[in-house]
């Protein structure tokens, strides 16, 4: 089991920034694979970035030169730097994890964080 808990998200104008963090603790085997994904009430779940114990990352198209996933891994805290946010951005960001993935990064058997909301207005 691991427990995750994400901060950061916030209302911002487009072309802004905002950093999310997780804190992840618990079992750490299941911290392998750490990732952000996004939820609106119109789209189901959509992977944004997952970064490997190995350091590394993966993103999906939608966010690639604008979003950057780190880990803190002494601490254990993972991030998402989000930069240039457009308002199709808008969405609850969640925080996930796995001990591991599939041929599909952003398909395994993830633990999931409350979530975030992020804001994006034009």
């Known amino acids: 089991q691991v427990q995750l808990v994400e901060s950061g998200g916030g209302s911002v104008q487009a072309g802004g920034s905002l950093r999310l963090s997780c804190v992840a603790s618990?079992?750490?085997?299941?911290?392998?694979?750490m990732g952000w994904f996004r939820q609106t009430a119109e789209k189901k779940r959509e992977g944004v970035a997952i970064i490997a114990s190995d350091g590394t990352t993966t993103y999906a198209d939608s966010v690639k030169g604008r979003f950057t996933i780190s880990k803190d891994y002494v601490k254990g805290i993972l991030y998402l730097e989000m930069n240039n946010l457009k308002p199709e951005d808008t969405a609850m960001y969640y925080c996930?994890?796995?001990?591991?993935?599939?041929?599909?990064?952003?398909?395994?058997?993830?633990?999931w964080g409350q979530g975030t909301q992020v804001t994006v207005s034009s």
């Open positions: 618990g079992d750490t085997y299941a911290t392998a694979y």
């Open positions: 996930a994890s796995a001990p591991w993935i599939g041929i599909d990064v952003f398909d395994a058997p993830y633990y």
